[in-house]
């Protein structure tokens, strides 16, 4: 397969790592052939772009990666972004209906299914590994349940062996680390909750961070997780899949607790729906010397 194949449109690749980063956006700009993919591949070895467990990383598409304590996933720190997703849209040809809603690029992607969002995974990971960017074993995936428990913080060890039996377990716990109701510029909620000026989405980033440097795990959109809403581990296909996070539709105290969960079916789509990618490091990636 020729490289341009998987990459799509040159201009879609970005890296932010030093000079080396420069000269591969502008690189991948003028030229779309599978020399342009080797020199892509060279530069990126060159800048030392490998990512590693621990340490904040940058991917081809400028979506930004933090370490969640205690695992060897990086989260990223936003939702994925319309243009993040329209790059794999236009690359593969997939159909994504136009929300109601007007949005930037730099908003969440919405009216995307749970089977979207693991394609837009699939493909970044073999764009990415096609050109050398992203190392063999490492892979882009949507986060299990737990992990998205984990990346919120404060829930401790949830009992219950599905989503459903973890929803709403722990009570009173937020991720705006205090109590309820949310302080202004907690996040992307509801307009009766009168903490924000967005009356649907609003751009990643637009408020504050958690403990681990991660935005929007409260509000803005719903996000899909890997579980089966009644799965003790994850399988395949149609059924219903877990959604965490609330979004700019939400108002209660039961749907922006860091431990409300709500099932969709996993062709469901809705502006109120988006999702956020991991990456997924192998067993001993990271230990060899730097």
């Given at each position: 397969m020729r490289a341009q194949s998987v990459i799509g449109s040159g201009s879609e690749i970005a890296v932010a790592r030093g000079a080396s980063s420069d000269y591969v956006h502008s690189l991948m700009r003028s030229e779309q052939s599978a020399t342009a993919a080797l020199l892509l591949a060279a530069a990126v070895r060159l800048a030392g772009a490998?990512?590693?467990?621990?340490?904040?990383?940058?991917?081809?598409?400028?979506?930004?990666?933090?370490?969640?304590?205690?695992?060897?996933?990086?989260?990223?720190?936003?939702?994925?972004?319309v243009q993040d997703y329209s790059a794999f849209v236009r690359s593969v040809g997939r159909k994504w209906p136009k929300p109601q809603i007007e949005q930037g690029p730099t908003h969440p992607a919405v009216n995307v299914t749970w089977e979207d969002a693991r394609a837009f995974c699939a493909w970044l990971t073999a764009r990415e590994q096609q050109v050398e960017f992203l190392p063999a074993g490492c892979r882009y995936r949507l986060p299990a349940d737990l992990e998205w428990s984990v990346a919120v913080g404060g829930l401790g060890v949830e009992t219950g062996k599905t989503p459903f039996a973890r929803n709403g377990e722990v009570k009173g716990l937020y991720p705006w680390d205090g109590?309820?109701?949310?302080?202004?510029?907690?996040?992307?909620?509801?307009?009766?909750?009168?903490?924000?000026?967005?009356?649907?989405?609003?751009?990643?980033?637009?408020?504050?961070?958690?403990?681990?440097?991660?935005?929007?795990?409260?509000?803005?959109?719903?996000?899909?997780?890997?579980?089966?809403?009644?799965?003790?581990?994850?399988?395949?296909?149609?059924?219903?899949?877990?959604?965490?996070?609330?979004?700019?539709?939400?108002?209660?105290?039961?749907?922006?607790?860091?431990?409300?969960?709500?099932?969709?079916?996993?062709?469901?789509?809705?502006?109120?729906?988006?999702?956020?990618?991991v990456l997924e490091l192998p067993a001993g990636e990271g230990e060899k010397k730097r």
């Open positions: 490998e990512p590693l467990p621990g340490q904040p990383w940058r991917n081809s598409l400028g979506m930004e990666f933090v370490p969640i304590p205690g695992t060897r996933l990086l989260f990223c720190k936003w939702e994925t972004r109590p309820w109701p949310p302080p202004a510029g907690a996040g992307n909620y509801a307009p009766v909750r009168e903490v924000d000026t967005y009356q649907y989405t609003a751009p990643v980033g637009s408020f504050s961070t958690n403990r681990h440097g991660i935005f929007d795990l409260g509000g803005n959109v719903s996000e899909w997780c890997l579980d089966g809403w009644l799965q003790e581990s994850f399988s395949a296909g149609p059924g219903d899949r877990t959604l965490r996070g609330g979004s700019w539709f939400h108002a209660t105290p039961w749907h922006l607790a860091s431990s409300a969960r709500e099932k969709a079916e996993w062709n469901f789509a809705d502006i109120r729906v988006g999702f956020r990618v």
